[in-house]
């Protein structure tokens, strides 16, 4: 049997791609003496990643538990194929790494081996990322002293300026800089940062897990793999917003309204006077039942909206989006969203009739102008509706 024999009967059986990589470099011990590892990666369903933007969800815990037990079947074929043709294999499957509690990783990690096997690069995040999926892989690992051709090793990081992972992490353990073979995790990572974080994350859950996967799903290789596969992007992902979010989403809305005001010159409009008092209780009043929506993207709301139903009308309020993040799609997705807490209700809503751009957005949605109200001397209201 050869490699590509080998590799195919791996891919049959379920693997994503397979490395070959010389570990001869690397300390005795950790490689158990053997001189090759063979890096063997399972893809992660792409439409369970493009769902984590709000969060850790079953069909992610399952997804994983899936993944992983393919990798220990696949990592215990491949051994058995080794030693049918004549090499020494030894399968790093769950029983068999060695971890190191202090170091919170293994003695040898799986990251390690797939580098040198060419699969892909160590990314700001601390994962493996991969070309073709971004860090949307699982994989492990097997040593071996099989003679076989290996990979041109990966000693560097692709991910440039990047920083979407830095970004975007909720537990801000990206500390920013690249990796390279040199380097040592903690010099680009915390990871009892990333460990907190996953396990706040994915409680509601799975209490007890440890997973997040933000960072996989904001990597642009990942997204790359996503819209490639026909899905639309995932993230940033509407979410309902909470009691805790109503001052952040005051501060967002007075700062969304304040161009409206100097436009107006008029520092009076609601939207501005409006305190937190007041937000407080329009959340949390009963009888008008209001949702509020919110896009959390860099560790921060960018976007919100809200509405509340009543005699079968949906009414729309206050969609606001962070200056900085207008013009990428994030209206029509928290319109979208809204819209979808009150299937078959007749929407309504009303903007000032100078803002045309605003207008033509709600038209772009299947609003109608249907009637104008003066609300000052300098102020009118256009207000639409959709049935």
Wanted: aromatic share 8%.
């Amino acid at each position: 049997m050869d490699s590509l024999q080998f590799r195919k009967i791996l891919i049959d059986a379920g693997a994503w791609d397979i490395g070959i990589g010389d570990l001869s470099s690397l300390p005795h011990e950790p490689r158990q003496g053997m001189p090759v590892g063979i890096s063997i990666a399972v893809a992660l369903d792409l439409s369970v990643i493009n769902g984590l933007g709000a969060g850790a969800t079953h069909a992610h815990v399952k997804e994983y538990r899936r993944a992983n037990m393919l990798l220990e079947q696949l990592a215990t074929l491949a051994a058995n194929l080794l030693v049918q043709a004549g090499a020494t294999a030894i399968p790093l499957t769950r029983s068999q790494v060695k971890l190191s509690f202090r170091d919170h990783g293994a003695v040898l990690p799986h990251k390690t081996v797939a580098t040198r096997a060419g699969l892909g690069w160590i990314g700001k995040n601390a994962m493996l990322v991969t070309k073709g999926r971004g860090s949307a892989v699982r994989i492990t690992s097997v040593l071996t002293d099989v003679r076989w051709p290996a990979a041109i090793p990966c000693d560097e990081s692709m991910c440039g300026d990047c920083d979407q992972c830095v970004r975007n992490c909720p537990g801000q353990a990206p500390l920013g800089s690249n990796w390279s073979v040199a380097k040592k995790r903690e010099d680009f990572f915390d990871v009892l940062a990333c460990r907190k974080s996953c396990i706040e994350t994915s409680w509601r859950v799975t209490p007890g897990e440890s997973l997040c996967s933000l960072c996989v799903l904001v990597c642009p290789w990942t997204k790359k793999a996503i819209k490639e596969a026909g899905l639309d992007y995932g993230f940033p992902a509407v979410q309902m917003a909470q009691k805790g979010d109503l001052e952040e989403i005051l501060e967002l809305q007075k700062l969304a309204f304040s161009k409206e005001a100097e436009r107006l010159q008029d520092f009076t409009i609601a939207p501005l006077q409006q305190t937190i008092e007041n937000i407080t209780e329009e959340f949390s009043d009963p009888r008008k039942a209001a949702i509020f929506l919110k896009i959390v993207q860099e560790r921060r709301i960018v976007g919100s909206v809200r509405a509340y139903e009543k005699d079968g009308t949906c009414y729309i309020g206050r969609l606001v989006i962070h200056p900085e993040y207008q013009r990428q799609g994030l209206g029509k997705r928290l319109m979208q969203a809204i819209e979808s807490c009150y299937m078959g209700a007749r929407y309504e809503l009303f903007t000032a009739k100078h803002n045309e751009g605003n207008i033509r957005f709600y038209e772009s949605l299947g609003y109608r102008s249907y009637e104008t109200r003066d609300l000052t001397d300098k102020i009118v209201l256009v207000y639409m509706e959709k049935t």
